[in-house]
């Protein structure tokens, strides 16, 4: 959809709003940024000040930068209030700072500050481009970086710093320096939001001129190993020892379990268990995505994602909490110095530590998300476990904090409730407990079980589909370049012996390619026949070829009262066919004129009803329709409702039959 800022006081530059002017030639035209200002100002990101200067070379403020990040990658608004103490309401950028926080692309200093006024330095951009490329579910990896001043780039920045330069986004100064702590131009963001957007293939050094060019289509991920980047000397705490040199080097032991079951069938099985394509369960992936991640044949010895074979089972060795806590907690919110419990959760309960920190960091977003920060749980009438609410909280006795780490529990349907109140009945009520318990859990319930490798956890390989851990597709190898990165910071394979265990299906293909995003994501039947018609009055919506907001996958734009119709559904797009063009919009921008919903059958004991091959009761029954689902209804040539009697012929899990009228119901406004 094109962007509407005319309602917005202040833009990412926090230059007065102005009607749009073009580049002039006095102001832009010959600076080293022109291709890629020139692009943000016509695509209204980037506007002038009543003297038409857009002051290229000015420092931005971290504001500033959050709100360009926002308005050029189209995130929807939000309806939540700051959780910042320095961003007030009536504060310019108090939306989009909102904004940036809610989709995780910003976070504060541990006083709950923002401090939004202060000049973003090159280090504090690489992290939020880095979320920003998590955001938009673009795969980094963490490449060896060799500036000079490494030693100068920060614990908390040093892993987005390498990704960041490892895409492309950001490169270096002049005498090879990184600069982390410099203040970034108007015109460096500018041009690394340009190189976000994918229409940029030669990113050099952000201070020279860059010759435009097309970004390719992406490329499989290579399946050599990744090199750990460098990480910052002289930063233990005062009065830590070094830990102690090993004596000798252990080599990784290297086993392969067979299983006699084919590759195709255990796919078919997974690809028709609803594997989510993303990490917030929105979204149906197609079965060559599963069966990319699926074949242990894609992933080569030493690479990050090997580490999703590696055994879980023993705990990990000579591990040190403060180096811990200084190289991968520091800045991990509710997680910050909480090493020395995995360490103790991994000897207790004779597991790896460093995985269950993984798993830690996985499942709480870094330590952000809620069911880690504690969720008031406390005991109904009936002496259930029920989280609080303002609507509860009178009824409910004995209410405590709890603490979840590893997502156990946590249903997609409602995570925090769900989360937390299995929390409270397994007593995690504070932090150390939450941690420990967790991964006592996942001792008994998963490792003692026969599942004791991330891939094990994830596929179940014995029994596929039966008890797995997670539906996210990535869900193993996520963490097992996390735990490769561990590994790499702390030098714990020198410690305690690596042991592999790599799964193998009959017929195995000797590899399953990673399909490109548009094939990443199913199209399911839901609502397939629907018609309708474009509804926004924002401005025209963009068509795409994958359901996801990033500018490499517009395939047109579609004015208000465009007609469509439906293909198929997945999370809240629709795929559709506008104008002799097929691709992807959010649903939120459309209406359906030809919808009707099964009525709600809940007081009967059968809560289905059939799909007749005519319209009558005496015909086949081709499928069974749940109560309260919405369904498309066939239309003629002239966009009328096709009927025949009472009957009206429906579109239900990919069929085409017939529902009686009054088993229909119009949907409520």
């Given at each position: 959809m094109k962007r509407r800022f005319v309602a917005a006081f202040v833009l990412m530059f926090g230059i007065s709003y102005t009607a749009p002017k073009a580049a002039s030639a006095e102001d832009i035209s010959g600076h080293w940024a022109y291709t890629e200002m020139n692009y943000l100002i016509n695509?209204?990101?980037?506007?002038?000040?009543?003297?038409?200067?857009?002051?290229?070379?000015?420092?931005?403020?971290?504001?500033?930068?959050?709100?360009?990040?926002?308005?050029a990658l189209e995130l929807p608004g939000v309806d939540t209030t700051s959780t910042f103490n320095d961003v007030k309401a009536g504060d310019w950028y108090y939306d989009a700072v909102n904004q940036a926080s809610y989709y995780e692309l910003i976070k504060g200093d541990d006083k709950g500050n923002f401090k939004p006024n202060d000049k973003i330095t090159r280090q504090?951009?690489?992290?939020?481009?880095?979320?920003?490329?998590?955001?938009?579910?673009?795969?980094?990896?963490?490449?060896?970086?060799?500036?000079?001043?490494?030693?100068?780039?920060?614990?908390?920045?040093?892993?987005?710093?390498?990704?960041?330069?490892?895409?492309?986004?950001?490169?270096?100064?002049?005498?090879?320096?990184?600069?982390?702590?410099?203040?970034?131009?108007?015109?460096e963001a500018g041009v690394?939001?340009?190189?976000?957007?994918?229409?940029?293939?030669?990113?050099?050094?952000?201070?020279?001129?860059?010759?435009?060019?097309?970004?390719?289509?992406?490329?499989?991920?290579?399946?050599?190993?990744?090199?750990?980047?460098?990480?910052?000397?002289?930063?233990?705490?005062?009065?830590?020892?070094?830990?102690?040199?090993?004596?000798?080097?252990?080599?990784?032991?290297?086993?392969?379990?067979?299983?006699?079951?084919?590759?195709?069938?255990?796919?078919?099985?997974?690809a028709n268990h609803r594997p989510n394509q993303d990490g917030g369960g929105v979204f149906i992936a197609t079965p060559a995505f599963v069966a990319y991640h699926l074949n242990s044949n894609n992933f080569a010895v030493n690479s990050p994602e090997y580490y999703q074979f590696l055994k879980l089972s023993k705990p990990v060795q000579g591990l040190d909490a403060n180096e811990i806590n200084q190289k991968e907690l520091s800045d991990k919110y509710i997680l910050k110095g909480t090493a020395a419990s995995f360490i103790e959760a991994g000897l207790t309960h004779e597991i790896n530590a460093i995985y269950l920190i993984a798993h830690a960091l996985h499942e709480t977003n870094l330590g952000r998300s809620k069911l880690a920060n504690g969720i008031e749980v406390g005991l109904n009438a009936e002496g259930k476990p029920e989280m609080v609410t303002d609507e509860n909280r009178e009824s409910l006795s004995n209410?405590?904090?709890?603490?979840?780490?590893?997502?156990?529990?946590?249903?997609?349907?409602?995570p925090n409730k769900y989360g937390s109140e299995r929390a409270y009945s397994e007593g995690w009520f504070t932090i150390h407990d939450a941690i420990v318990g967790g991964a006592k859990f996942v001792r008994e319930k998963y490792i003692d079980e026969g599942q004791d490798t991330l891939y094990k956890m994830k596929w179940d390989p014995d029994q596929p589909t039966n008890h797995q851990y997670a539906t996210h597709v990535q869900w193993a190898i996520i963490q097992a370049r996390k735990i490769h990165d561990i590994y790499a910071k702390t030098g714990s394979d020198k410690?305690?012996?690596?042991?592999?265990?790599?799964?193998?299906?009959?017929?195995?293909?000797?590899?399953?390619p990673l399909p490109a995003?548009?094939?990443?994501?199913?199209?399911?039947?839901?609502?397939?026949?629907?018609?309708?018609?474009?509804?926004?009055?924002?401005?025209?919506?963009?068509l795409r070829s994958y359901p996801a907001i990033i500018n490499t996958n517009i395939i047109t734009q579609l004015p208000h009262g465009t007609k469509i119709s439906v293909v198929g559904s997945n999370g809240n797009w629709y795929r559709v066919v506008a104008n002799g063009k097929e691709g992807w919009v959010r649903n939120d921008y459309t209406k359906l004129t030809n919808l009707l919903k099964v009525v709600d059958l809940s007081a009967y004991a059968v809560k289905v009803v059939n799909l007749r091959s005519e319209p009558n009761t005496s015909s086949t029954s081709l499928t069974t329709v749940a109560h309260n689902t919405v369904l498309a209804v066939v239309v003629d040539g002239d966009g009328n409702l096709v009927k025949d009697g009472d009957w009206y012929q429906v579109i239900a899990n990919g069929k085409t039959g017939w529902i009686r009228g009054d088993l229909l119901e119009e949907l409520k406004k």
């Amino acid at each position: 959809m094109k962007r509407r800022f005319v309602a917005a006081f202040v833009l990412m530059f926090g230059i007065s709003y102005t009607a749009p002017k073009a580049a002039s030639a006095e102001d832009i035209s010959g600076h080293w940024a022109y291709t890629e200002m020139n692009y943000l100002i016509n695509e209204e990101i980037m506007k002038g000040d009543d003297t038409g200067s857009y002051r290229l070379n000015d420092s931005v403020n971290r504001a500033e930068f959050a709100t360009f990040l926002v308005r050029a990658l189209e995130l929807p608004g939000v309806d939540t209030t700051s959780t910042f103490n320095d961003v007030k309401a009536g504060d310019w950028y108090y939306d989009a700072v909102n904004q940036a926080s809610y989709y995780e692309l910003i976070k504060g200093d541990d006083k709950g500050n923002f401090k939004p006024n202060d000049k973003i330095t090159r280090q504090e951009m690489a992290a939020m481009m880095k979320r920003a490329l998590d955001q938009l579910g673009i795969e980094s990896s963490a490449g060896t970086i060799s500036f000079n001043d490494n030693a100068q780039i920060a614990n908390w920045a040093y892993d987005d710093v390498q990704r960041v330069v490892s895409a492309e986004l950001m490169s270096g100064k002049p005498g090879n320096l990184f600069a982390p702590k410099a203040q970034a131009s108007r015109a460096e963001a500018g041009v690394v939001l340009y190189r976000l957007l994918g229409l940029e293939t030669d990113p050099g050094n952000e201070l020279e001129p860059e010759e435009p060019g097309i970004e390719p289509e992406p490329e499989e991920p290579t399946t050599e190993p990744e090199v750990p980047g460098t990480e910052e000397p002289g930063t233990e705490e005062p009065g830590t020892e070094e830990p102690e040199e090993p004596v000798t080097s252990l080599e990784p032991i290297y086993e392969t379990s067979n299983y006699p079951v084919d590759f195709s069938h255990v796919l078919n099985l997974q690809a028709n268990h609803r594997p989510n394509q993303d990490g917030g369960g929105v979204f149906i992936a197609t079965p060559a995505f599963v069966a990319y991640h699926l074949n242990s044949n894609n992933f080569a010895v030493n690479s990050p994602e090997y580490y999703q074979f590696l055994k879980l089972s023993k705990p990990v060795q000579g591990l040190d909490a403060n180096e811990i806590n200084q190289k991968e907690l520091s800045d991990k919110y509710i997680l910050k110095g909480t090493a020395a419990s995995f360490i103790e959760a991994g000897l207790t309960h004779e597991i790896n530590a460093i995985y269950l920190i993984a798993h830690a960091l996985h499942e709480t977003n870094l330590g952000r998300s809620k069911l880690a920060n504690g969720i008031e749980v406390g005991l109904n009438a009936e002496g259930k476990p029920e989280m609080v609410t303002d609507e509860n909280r009178e009824s409910l006795s004995n209410i405590k904090l709890t603490y979840n780490f590893y997502g156990i529990g946590a249903i997609n349907k409602d995570p925090n409730k769900y989360g937390s109140e299995r929390a409270y009945s397994e007593g995690w009520f504070t932090i150390h407990d939450a941690i420990v318990g967790g991964a006592k859990f996942v001792r008994e319930k998963y490792i003692d079980e026969g599942q004791d490798t991330l891939y094990k956890m994830k596929w179940d390989p014995d029994q596929p589909t039966n008890h797995q851990y997670a539906t996210h597709v990535q869900w193993a190898i996520i963490q097992a370049r996390k735990i490769h990165d561990i590994y790499a910071k702390t030098g714990s394979d020198k410690t305690t012996q690596l042991v592999f265990d790599v799964p193998q299906y009959r017929n195995q293909p000797a590899t399953s390619p990673l399909p490109a995003p548009e094939a990443q994501y199913a199209v399911l039947p839901a609502l397939q026949g629907g018609v309708g018609y474009i509804n926004s009055t924002d401005g025209d919506v963009r068509l795409r070829s994958y359901p996801a907001i990033i500018n490499t996958n517009i395939i047109t734009q579609l004015p208000h009262g465009t007609k469509i119709s439906v293909v198929g559904s997945n999370g809240n797009w629709y795929r559709v066919v506008a104008n002799g063009k097929e691709g992807w919009v959010r649903n939120d921008y459309t209406k359906l004129t030809n919808l009707l919903k099964v009525v709600d059958l809940s007081a009967y004991a059968v809560k289905v009803v059939n799909l007749r091959s005519e319209p009558n009761t005496s015909s086949t029954s081709l499928t069974t329709v749940a109560h309260n689902t919405v369904l498309a209804v066939v239309v003629d040539g002239d966009g009328n409702l096709v009927k025949d009697g009472d009957w009206y012929q429906v579109i239900a899990n990919g069929k085409t039959g017939w529902i009686r009228g009054d088993l229909l119901e119009e949907l409520k406004k």
